[in-house]
């Protein structure tokens, strides 16, 4: 991701924290980040093993809310991006760090299938 004016150091860190942290636990295929109005997108790109095409798949979305947490949006089937909850049926919301640790643990399979 090119740096641009509107982009903060800060922020150009953490993309490439979430890429550094997700990347670790990826059998396969490269991780990267983009960061847009709502916040960090990541995706994972892979190529298929059975036909060899190379594949783009929108992975989470961790969206910035008051106090500096987040909460995590996910990528259903239909392409539309929902609110990740928790086991008590809340939204998720923590810190950075904790938001991406779920993203990589991904214990309800939402992530990475």
Not at 12 to 21: A, W
Not at 26 to 52: A, N, P
Not at 68 to 84: K, T
Request: aromatic fraction near 14%; glycine fraction near 8%.
């Amino acid at each position: 991701m090119a740096a641009h004016a509107d982009v903060s150091e800060k922020q150009m860190i953490r993309v490439e924290d979430i890429r550094r942290m997700i990347q670790s636990s990826v059998d396969r295929g490269e991780v990267h980040v983009t960061l847009t109005d709502e916040g960090f997108t990541i995706y994972h790109y892979y190529r298929s093993t059975s036909t060899g095409k190379q594949n783009e798949m929108p992975i989470a979305q961790l969206r910035p809310i008051e106090n500096g947490a987040f909460q995590i949006y996910w990528r259903r089937g239909s392409g539309r991006w929902w609110l990740y909850h928790d086991s008590e049926e809340r939204p998720f919301i923590a810190s950075f760090d904790r938001c991406v640790d779920e993203i990589t643990k991904d214990p309800w399979g939402c992530f990475w299938g």
